[in-house]
């Protein structure tokens, strides 16, 4: 049942949230922080106002019809962006008032920032097949717009309050539509064909770059622009079927990672239904594990930044001496020591004489421990004074900051001596330096 509730249950969630991180630390009782209206705010220590709901804006494009089944189509759903003002309220003497109420704010403050997706613990049951994850950010209002709020209600002093929003929440459409395959005539055989026997399925894996686990849920938004909207099967993929184009740009989104649009050919493909696997990038949003090394600094503004160390605790060795020519080239052999699946990651290979190169893994082989390469690598190596490591990426801003998480807890050795390589985003050399 399409769940119109979840305007409700987005503040009811954030309640929830503020609730268990506040209480009993900063506000004694859980029911002291609520949703309110600033003048119906009752003994609340703690008021989340929503003042405002608005069409998203920031989905890029209308999401088309929804495949119910094989004979119905469900209408695009709603997005909406969810605007709440966060007022603290302290019963204590005048003279301490002020000191605890930026107190209570200054905890909410954390506790937002700290907790920027909104995770399905705190939504229920009936909100955990939405295509986006839900996201909280602070966002920046005018003095005198703060006023006029206030001034909205006769004989209610302002108060220093937070604002914030929440985005982009999905409300189902209940429309449904009957379709029906088209049949076409063979005019050579005089024989009638489904249409849909030009159409194939197209099966998509989304892989965390830094973790190497697959990425589930609504974690991520995968679509095919003038298809239909794709299917999130068990094992945490994507399928779209009856597909029509043979060449088609593929779009990724998600709060936690960077976005991506590939170029596709179908013809490419080595078997029909193989699962393609993409690699997706964390961003500034990433929900980083504790003990995460992470390496930050600037570039030129959307350059593609490349983090690899030689201090890896357990690096990948070569099982048998590579030649870059001749019969087998393309085919690499080695040992990894966490048996992580390794197809689109990328490596960085080095000999102890000083050779060295970055390469990207196309597919596993088929024996144990042999990738396929997308072409040769420019050197020979030798089985022995060979190690490999993995690479971490991120995106420079518009400002060129960037915030790249490196090396999980127990992967690298501290000191840590990493290397950095910047691709700039207009275009230009590569460069290769230590990062900082």
């Given at each position: 049942m399409p769940n119109y509730s979840v305007i409700s249950d987005v503040g009811n969630g954030i309640v929830k949230l503020l609730r268990r991180e506040m209480v009993p630390e900063i506000i004694l009782n859980s029911?002291?922080?609520?949703?309110?209206?600033?003048?119906?705010?009752?003994?609340?220590?703690?008021?989340?106002?929503?003042?405002?709901?608005?069409?998203?804006?920031?989905?890029?494009?209308?999401?088309?019809?929804?495949?119910?089944?094989?004979?119905?189509?469900?209408?695009?759903?709603?997005?909406?962006?969810?605007?709440?003002?966060?007022t603290a309220y302290s019963a204590s003497d005048i003279k301490y008032r002020a000191s605890e109420e930026h107190r209570i704010l200054g905890k909410t403050i954390q506790v937002l920032a700290d907790n920027i997706v909104l995770s399905d613990e705190f939504l229920g049951e009936?909100?955990?097949?939405?295509?986006?994850?839900?996201?909280?950010?602070m966002i920046r209002i005018d003095n005198e717009e703060k006023v006029k709020m206030w001034n909205a209600t006769p004989n209610l002093p302002y108060k220093l309050s937070l604002y914030y929003k929440v985005y982009p929440v999905e409300i189902e459409s209940t429309r449904t539509k009957t379709v029906r395959r088209v049949a076409e005539m063979d005019l050579q055989s005089g024989k009638r064909r489904s249409s849909h026997e030009n159409q194939c399925i197209v099966r998509i894996m989304l892989l965390d770059d830094f973790n190497n686990k697959v990425i589930s849920g609504s974690s991520a938004r995968v679509w095919i622009p003038n298809e239909k909207p794709s299917h999130t099967k068990g094992g945490g993929y994507y399928v779209f079927t009856d597909v029509r184009q043979r060449q088609f740009e593929l779009l990724v989104e998600s709060a936690m990672y960077e976005s991506q649009r590939v170029e596709m050919d179908l013809a490419g493909l080595h078997s029909p239904g193989q699962i393609i696997k993409l690699r997706l990038v964390p961003n500034r949003s990433y929900l980083l594990p504790s003990g995460t090394t992470c390496v930050e600094g600037r570039a030129e503004p959307g350059s593609q930044i490349r983090i690899f160390t030689t201090r890896h605790v357990n690096p990948m060795k070569l099982l048998y001496d590579y030649s870059h020519r001749g019969e087998g080239a393309q085919e690499l052999k080695l040992?990894?020591?966490?048996?992580?699946?390794?197809?689109?990651?990328?490596?960085?290979?080095?000999?102890?004489?000083?050779?060295?190169?970055?390469?990207?893994?196309?597919?596993?082989?088929?024996?144990?421990?042999?990738?396929?390469?997308?072409?040769?690598?420019?050197?020979?190596?030798?089985?022995?004074?060979?190690?490999?490591?993995?690479?971490?990426?991120?995106?420079?801003d518009q400002r060129g900051s960037f915030s790249c998480p490196s090396f999980p807890q127990g992967r690298a050795h501290a000191p840590i001596p990493a290397w950095l390589w910047e691709t700039p985003g207009s275009g230009g050399r590569p460069s290769l330096r230590p990062a900082a």
């Open positions: 029911d002291a922080i609520g949703l309110c209206s600033p003048e119906e705010k009752g003994d609340l220590s703690l008021g989340i106002h929503l003042y405002d709901v608005k069409e998203s804006e920031e989905i890029a494009g209308r999401p088309g019809m929804r495949a119910v089944s094989e004979a119905t189509q469900q209408y695009p759903s709603t997005f909406l962006t969810l605007y709440y003002m966060v009936g909100n955990r097949n939405m295509q986006y994850p839900l996201r909280i950010e040992y990894h020591p966490e048996e992580a699946d390794m197809e689109g990651r990328l490596l960085y290979i080095e000999h102890k004489s000083g050779t060295g190169e970055f390469f990207r893994i196309l597919k596993a082989g088929q024996e144990a421990g042999t990738y396929i390469l997308p072409e040769p690598l420019c050197n020979s190596y030798k089985k022995i004074g060979t190690a490999l490591y993995p690479v971490y990426g991120a995106r420079a």
